[in-house]
């Protein structure tokens, strides 16, 4: 990139001076933070990371080059320089602080709450500290402990009035409408009715059910910021929603005149929707709710879904090599190849746990979305349950194409018991996972205790040891397990020989549906305490 003359000169001035002696490497980031100025964003960027490489235990210089990538966008490698400072200096508060701010921008809430959680307990007084760490906690979904965090700033700042809208969101999400507005209105004696105030009470109105005060408020909004077209667009769907809410609550009016009006404009009734409707726009509404989980989780990275699928192929890849190198007995239990049978073991199981952990926290991760009335929890825990079976399919397909190419044995001797075997072991995965869900509303450290009941199962359920070389007083106890039966299922589809006595397929499918019904129950008995937790 061609730079200014003057520019140009003081950046190999400053080269040959941090070439003669690192410490000069700040005179570096002082030209680079020239060239953004300059608006030369992506040199400056290049300047500063050639200045940390000549002195990277420097503080002061990795304090000053973290901001400049901060200035202009680049949060991750800011914080990767941050957390050197850090490590470098465990008491430099201000750094801790600013890397909980990176973080949080590029969506590491738990690293951004770890670090933040640090800086509050050392530094109490600090308000700032602790509406951040609020803003961690509730991007987590822990609403309650983020309400706390907010407390504790307004304490600090009681006439800031973003802390005091923040808190109000908090007590909205939570179903506390009466305090909600009593902050809006402290926050609208120091503001007036902003932009921001307006859209404030319009949520909370909203969330209270009140339509017609909620798009008031948002017609106030868009009149103090015309420009806004996020506003604009929140008003335009209160007033469809509004619209159609008249449409199905009004009562019909008789017509008397029947014989003044010709019968060509007469309006013909809306037929009542079908069930096909219903299911044509649940549809919908899943497949959006699966396309931004996609985007969320795997938005971030360069190569985005495929993360999602070289994940597990790694994961196969790497175990499955050392278990070929390393195996005891010299040869396959089932089958002729040890690579082979290990993958007919390790998918089946990946595709149960991932399912479990993708679906038990599929309502934190979508917890505003639950606000549009479409959206149901059923809907967040289907999106999230395909996405792993879609996923794990993808996998399974790329890997014996893999095999085909390597010489393997690749074709299932019975697709459809082996598919069926996938499918009802993703069933128990997903019934358990909506059970957890629930569960873990009212005991905050399940998901922990289960995932480690997730790790015992990897090594009681068949994958690398078979069952029929275990003793028979072991094998007796471990047959109950519906994981071992779910991954034999799908090996005898699998392998012309294997159909084990011990196999029961209608014992996975009842676990499937009892995990199901179990699942649901719980949803149904406490949606609304998980609407609003």
Not at 105 to 128: N, T
Not at 168 to 190: C, K, M, P, Q, V
Not at 335 to 362: E, K
Request: hydrophobic fraction near 45%; aromatic fraction near 10%.
């Amino acid at each position: 990139m061609a730079l200014t003359h003057g520019l140009e000169e003081e950046l190999d001035l400053a080269f040959a001076a941090a070439d003669a002696d690192p410490a000069n490497a700040v005179g570096l980031v002082v030209v680079a933070e020239r060239l953004r100025d300059a608006g030369e964003n992506e040199e400056a960027a290049n300047v500063t990371r050639r200045a940390v490489d000549r002195n990277p235990t420097d503080t002061r210089l990795l304090v000053r080059a973290a901001a400049l990538l901060r200035a202009i966008g680049d949060h991750a490698g800011s914080s990767e320089l941050l957390q050197s400072v850090i490590d470098l200096d465990p008491a430099d508060l201000n750094a801790r602080f600013q890397l909980g701010l990176c973080l949080l921008a590029i969506r590491d809430y738990r690293g951004a709450l770890d670090q933040l959680s640090i800086y509050v307990r050392l530094a109490p007084d600090v308000a700032l500290g602790w509406r951040n760490h609020a803003g961690a906690l509730e991007a987590l979904g822990e609403f309650h402990r983020a309400l706390a965090s907010a407390n504790r700033g307004l304490l600090l700042e009681a006439n800031n009035v973003e802390f005091r809208l923040h808190r109000a969101g908090l007590l909205n999400h939570l179903g506390r409408t009466t305090e909600a507005l009593a902050d809006i209105r402290i926050a609208e004696t120091f503001e007036g009715t902003s932009a921001r105030v307006a859209w404030f009470y319009s949520v909370v109105y909203e969330n209270a059910g009140d339509l017609d005060q909620a798009i008031e408020f948002a017609r106030a909004s868009t009149l103090q910021a015309p420009g806004n077209p996020d506003l604009t667009r929140y008003l335009a769907d209160l007033e469809k929603r509004k619209g159609f809410v008249r449409e199905r609550i009004a009562p019909p009016i008789e017509d008397h005149s029947e014989e003044n009006d010709r019968p060509e404009r007469r309006k013909r009734p809306i037929p009542p929707p079908t069930w096909d409707n219903a299911a044509v726009s649940q549809g919908r509404v899943i497949l959006a709710l699966l396309l931004r989980d996609v985007k969320t989780r795997y938005g971030e990275t360069r190569i985005g879904y495929l993360w999602a699928l070289l994940e597990p192929i790694s994961h196969l890849a790497l175990i499955a090599s050392v278990f070929s190198a390393t195996h005891l007995g010299g040869y396959a239990p089932i089958g002729s190849n040890i690579v082979v049978y290990y993958f007919t073991g390790v998918l089946p199981y990946l595709l149960f746990s991932n399912t479990i952990f993708g679906v038990q926290q599929s309502l934190k991760a979508s917890r505003p979305l639950l606000q549009v009335p479409l959206v149901q929890h059923v809907d967040v825990f289907l999106a999230r349950g395909l996405l792993e079976l879609i996923t794990q399919f993808c996998v399974a397909v790329i890997v014996l194409v893999a095999f085909a190419t390597l010489g393997l044995p690749s074709a299932p001797n019975n697709v459809t018991d082996a598919a069926s075997g996938l499918f009802f072991l993703w069933l128990v995965g997903f019934g358990i996972g909506v059970t957890n869900a629930s569960i873990m509303h009212f005991v905050k450290s399940w998901d922990h205790i289960f995932a480690n009941v997730v790790r015992a199962l990897y090594f009681t359920s068949g994958i690398f040891l078979n069952p029929i070389e275990m003793p028979d007083w072991v094998r007796e106890i471990l047959v109950w397990n519906p994981v071992l039966q779910g991954i034999d299922w799908v090996r005898s589809g699998f392998f012309e020989t294997w159909d084990p006595i011990w196999l029961n397929r209608p014992y996975v499918v009842m676990w499937g549906i009892g995990t199901l019904m179990i699942g649901f129950g719980l949803e149904r008995v406490c949606r609304r305490r998980l609407t609003v937790a």
